[in-house]
């Protein structure tokens, strides 16, 4: 596993405790441990210091519970907007301080961060300031040099692109897709159908010791179609 410590990239996972489709989702237990447990020990797997992970989180009563699980596992916790994301991500940053942003949500307890996105930014002198890792939707990352953000958060006055921290940056162009594995498969968890297949998921795969690899899911649902199918009627919520 390649190391990523690093004062210069940190992690921000974007959460929040109220859901119209499935309240409480971020805090439900996959495999005895809550899905923001996992998102974060998927982070620590892949190499991050945990002093350079953050729950990004609104100063809204019902996201005390994310803030208190985030004090009594250890984990940076920052609240701000619940509304204006982009202010709450630029706020941390001015308290902080780092280069590169690698931002997750906390629906997708299968993101996969992939070292190369950091590569492909070097090595195009950081033209590419916006990468999608793409196997399925639902696995995404993406990593935003803070200029970016910044001049994001300092120039639009779009409800949307205060909602949706990296939308302003998209429309500019200024993106990069990184296409290694394609899939139809819905691995994001929006509905209660959706938890249903992650739990049989991260039942099967999970170990304390090892990360869930994406590719041997895959495997896992083109052999076992009776699984894959459980949330296949959901229709995405456009956002």
């Not at 996959?30 to 002093?51: A, P």
Request: hydrophobic content about 35%; overall charge positive.
């Amino acid at each position: 596993m390649t190391n990523i410590k690093s004062n210069k990239v940190w992690v921000f996972i974007q959460a929040r405790y109220s859901s119209t489709r499935l309240p409480w989702k971020v805090l439900m237990k996959l495999s005895w441990k809550e899905i923001l447990y996992h998102i974060v020990d998927r982070c620590l797997k892949w190499g991050f210091d945990k002093s350079n992970i953050f729950v990004l989180t609104s100063n809204e009563k019902s996201d005390d519970l994310i803030d208190n699980f985030c004090k009594k596992n250890n984990i940076n916790c920052f609240r701000w907007s619940l509304n204006n994301v982009l202010e709450r991500f630029y706020k941390c940053w001015k308290k902080n301080w780092f280069e590169y942003i690698f931002r997750l949500t906390w629906d997708n307890p299968l993101c996969n961060i992939n070292i190369s996105q950091l590569e492909y930014l070097k090595e195009n002198n950081n033209k590419y300031l916006y990468i999608n890792e793409c196997w399925t939707i639902w696995t995404w990352v993406e990593l935003i040099k803070f200029s970016e953000l910044e001049e994001a958060y300092l120039n639009t006055t779009s409800i949307d692109e205060k909602e949706h921290v990296t939308l302003y940056t998209r429309k500019k162009n200024k993106s990069y897709e990184i296409n290694n594995f394609k899939t139809s498969y819905r691995l994001t968890i929006d509905e209660k159908k959706d938890f249903e297949l992650l739990n049989i998921i991260y039942e099967y795969f999970y170990r304390t010791w090892s990360l869930i690899n994406i590719y041997d899911v895959i495997k896992y649902l083109d052999k076992n179609k009776n699984i894959s199918i459980i949330n296949k009627n959901i229709v995405q919520k456009k956002t």
